[in-house]
């Protein structure tokens, strides 16, 4: 499986903007980015997941840079509930793959 | 339309007890994962389950662990024999099928704890 490498740790303001990168150079051409997070004490959920253009839901925004070796989730204003352990992964869709590999994540902590 | 649900929240087995952890998916859902969460670390693959089938257990203990998705009821995580080094968060995850866009819904996990 390709692998993801993410900040151990961000800050970031209430209510300002975070940027959330991974790095991801060895991803295949089938391989999707998903993003899940988890919160204190609870399990994994799903945030957002791309391909190759830019997507946006209601939680967040994935930003995939042209060669799709690394990708920014972008939480528009973050909110105190936004702390959690943020998880970029790779999963290929072709080849059956059901697994998700986690890594360590993105500790972010959020400041009022 | 009730998420995934895992069952007991917290447990609490001293040494050489066994530990039986359940879990139901989501309506619908006929693919069950479990992962265990060491503190302070990453989710761990353990097992793929779909009903009455095991079809991936390559990330089980090869022993006193063994897990089931029987046709009727929820999934079973059965740890024999708990040791101290089996105390971890086990979370559990459902999703309708692998196709590209099935992410998957965990519940909030059961805590085990062995004294």
């Known amino acids: 499986d390709a692998k993801t490498t993410q900040p151990n740790s961000m800050e970031s303001n209430e209510e300002e903007p975070v940027h959330l990168p991974c790095n991801h150079s060895?991803?295949?051409?089938?391989?999707?980015i998903h993003w899940y997070r988890q919160l204190p004490s609870q399990g994994p959920e799903y945030v957002i997941h791309?391909?190759?253009s830019n997507v946006n839901n209601r939680m967040a925004s994935l930003a995939i840079a042209e060669d799709r070796k690394s990708s920014t989730l972008i939480l528009h204003r973050a909110t105190l509930r936004d702390a959690a352990v943020y998880y970029c992964i790779l999963r290929d869709h072709t080849s059956g793959t059901y697994k998700y590999i986690f890594g360590t994540g993105t500790r972010l902590k959020v400041l009022a | 339309n009730a998420g995934v649900m895992q069952n007991p929240r917290h447990l609490v087995r001293r040494r050489g007890q066994e530990a039986r952890l359940r879990c139901s998916p989501m309506?619908?859902?006929?693919?069950v994962y479990w992962y265990r969460q060491l503190p302070e670390e990453g989710l761990k693959f353990m097992v793929y389950?779909?009903?009455?089938?095991?079809?991936?257990e390559s990330g089980m203990p090869k022993e006193r662990f063994s897990a089931e998705f029987p046709k009727e009821g929820p999934s079973i995580l059965r740890i024999q024999q708990v040791v101290r080094g089996d105390s971890a968060a086990y979370f559990c995850?459902?999703?309708?099928?692998?196709?590209?866009?099935?992410?998957?819904?965990f519940g909030s996990g059961t805590r085990l704890t062995v004294v």
């Open positions: 060895t991803i295949s051409g089938t391989d999707y």
């Open positions: 389950l779909q009903k009455e089938n095991i079809i991936d």
């Open positions: 995850a459902s999703s309708p099928g692998t196709g590209w866009d099935y992410g998957y819904t």
């Open positions: 309506k619908g859902h006929s693919h």
């Open positions: 791309g391909l190759t």
